[in-house]
């Protein structure tokens, strides 16, 4: 497809508009494909539903019909998620989303770098870098989330050696990196991948009953004294440690 431009001057800089997307804090290079195949993407007024076409910051990009932009701050936030929010963009059920608590504070478009459910509360990493937000979620980089779950009854006594072993639900295998009972109702585990509701799925197999689901830790960085709702940036050297990071 050949784009109307607006810059004449071919010795203007271009990229693929994948890689425009991420840069511009869309989402990752992977996801903004599947976005430019749905056919939400537009340059110059022109919908763009193939990857690989060259597009200049002077090019008028939209998603949804919403101009994009290339951003040259780049964000890393941490939130620690209350319960009872969503990790999406926006809700169609009317839902509070956790990006609603940092729109007052950034003008850039963050996203949520993995989710948490509605009912679990914790660290969530919010960015405008595709990249490191790939590079993050991806299970290959192999970092750790760490959970406390608390329970409304005791725990069966062989219910962390089996979700450390792995154990099949539904056709979906499930495996803890660390699973360490702190007492009978509170449980510590460390996951890699973090399947969707991963430790809810496996609790619910043995018939228990999630009181309080928190991730305490990504990778180096942990909670500390964080409550509900705060938020900061991370430092260079955080950034840096989940881009580095080796087990």
Do not use: W
């Not at 997307?21 to 993407?41: D, F, M, P, Q, T």
């Not at 660290?123 to 991806?138: C, M, Q």
């Amino acid at each position: 497809m050949n784009l109307p431009a607006n810059d004449k001057n071919d010795d203007v800089e271009t990229m693929r508009l994948q890689v425009y997307l991420a840069h511009s804090g869309v989402a990752s290079r992977r996801a903004s494909e599947e976005i430019i195949a749905a056919g939400r993407v537009s340059v110059n007024g022109v919908v763009v539903t193939t990857t690989g076409e060259k597009v200049k910051a002077t090019d008028v990009v939209c998603v949804d019909g919403k101009p994009v932009s290339l951003e040259e701050t780049k964000r890393y936030v941490l939130l620690y998620k209350p319960a009872g929010y969503v990790c999406t963009q926006s809700d169609e059920k009317g839902r509070q989303t956790a990006t609603e608590l940092l729109k007052p504070h950034f003008s850039e478009r963050l996203y949520n770098v993995g989710r948490l459910d509605m009912f679990s509360q914790g660290l969530v990493i919010y960015t405008n870098d595709g990249e490191f937000a790939r590079h993050v979620s991806h299970p290959s980089s192999q970092i750790e989330k760490e959970y406390i779950v608390e329970t409304s009854t005791p725990m069966p006594r062989d219910l962390a050696a089996k979700f450390m072993k792995g154990l099949r639900i539904e056709g979906v295998f499930y495996k803890a990196k660390l699973a360490e009972e702190l007492n009978p109702r509170r449980m510590r585990v460390v996951l890699i991948e973090g399947k969707n509701r991963e430790i809810r799925r496996v609790f619910t197999e043995f018939e228990m009953g999630i009181r309080s689901l928190k991730r305490v830790r990504i990778g180096t960085i942990g909670i500390g004294d964080m409550k509900p709702g705060e938020f900061r940036e991370l430092t260079a050297s955080e950034v840096q440690s989940l881009i580095e990071v080796e087990y």
